[in-house]
DNA sequence: TCTGGGGTCCTAGGACCC
DNA sequence: TCTGGGGTCCTAGGACCC
């Protein structure tokens, strides 16, 4: 048996923690430039705010129902995360981080406890951390997302749900919508409900072939993991990283180079910074921009251009020339652009970097060692930006919109809440 | 006026090899 | 007039996830 520990509402829950006024509240919490909700409380979906919708289209019904809205605070986000990662650690043989808010747990429990088990870790949890969250056991990861599912729905679960015998399978499934199950997505649930398969009891009765035929094996796998058959592998130790991207979208069209410039060089500074993290070297750097699809009134124009690097690298300053020259080689002066962003691709392990034949005067040694400097000294406590390369200039700061902030509650000494005033 | 960011995997088709 | 068989690698596009 396997077990699924997802957080609820996470974003939302994060604030709550440090902000108790806001429980049994509708609460918001929003994308970069206060665009999009992306976490709701469920006050705030029961107004018929949904996940995805455009601030300025529910501003309306915020306003007047007294919603909180809050802009993403993913540095607090990342950091409480962290915190439920390591109970669930301290309550489970092996943990696998799955996201963010989500951790699958293996743990050897005999089949009479599971239940008792699964509340006891949603309980310790909530205790520890204060993020609440929903617990699923069951044979196979898919049918555990399906069981977190009722224990997040239904009270009466105290926040875990066993899926361990057919006839629960059946039972589960049978109440389970094809489109909320894990790997079924939008255009395969209308698919298939063009098929007359509405839950997902209906898609396990469904010819293995047939679902293959239609979906590919990507399918077949959610088929069999659904019939009680483990197809995805576990991964205790996360693998790296294979592309690496830093993007935004800006507050405004940007009609000048230097901003996106600026822009680009925040991304690289970003991007060096988790290629080192996973001692990884990137051998070709893309960059994108496009202007804003949503404004027909504009003329459009998206376009990227690729360079590759003299040798793999994880030097911030190369990747910010390389990413330079191709933004140059696509600008159009011509065009408002609402979105650039910096992909990173063909990375090597350390042990696979092959330095070039004609890569003259890079001390590659050398160059490793200022980054490793730079980087210790910005993960010193608090310090996040202590030191930048000059060509970011003021970065993203002009370029973006955050409203509503939070405070770095945990992070950041003079953010911290004082439990009685002085 | 205002619409997020960061990933993975699979497949088809083209280029190329012997 | 008639024009093979078997393979790899890469990329773009489409699907999915949080």
Partial sequence: MIGLVDCNNFFVSCERVF????????VVVLSNNDGCAVALSNEA??????????MFRFKAIADSNHVTVISGNHRLYHDMSQRVMMTLRSLADDIEIYSVDEAFIHFDIPPSALHEYGVSVARTVRRNTGIPVSVGIAPTKTLAKVAARFAKKYPGYKGACVIDTPEKVEKALSLTDIADVWGIGRRHSRRLRQ???ETALDFIRMPSARVRELFTVIGERTWLELNGTPCIADELTPPDKRTITSSRSFA??????ESLRQAICT??????RKLREQDSYALEIQVFVATNRFNERVPQYHNAATRRLQEPSADTPAIARAA???LRSIYREAYGIKKAGLTVTKLVSREGRQPSLFADGIDSARRDRLMAAIDAINSSPGRPDAV???????????LTRREHTSRLFTTRLSDIIAVKAT
């Fill in 19 to 26: 902000r108790p006024e806001l429980l049994d509240k509708p």
């Fill in 45 to 54: 979906k029961a107004l018929g705010i949904r996940r995805g919708d455009p």
């Fill in 195 to 197: 098929l007359g398969i």
């Fill in 252 to 257: 405004r069209d940007i009609h000048d180079f």
């Fill in 267 to 272: 991304f690289s500074t970003t991007i060096g």
């Fill in 324 to 326: 330079i020259s191709a």
């Fill in 388 to 398: 930048q390369i000059a060509s970011v200039g003021s970065g993203l700061t002009d």
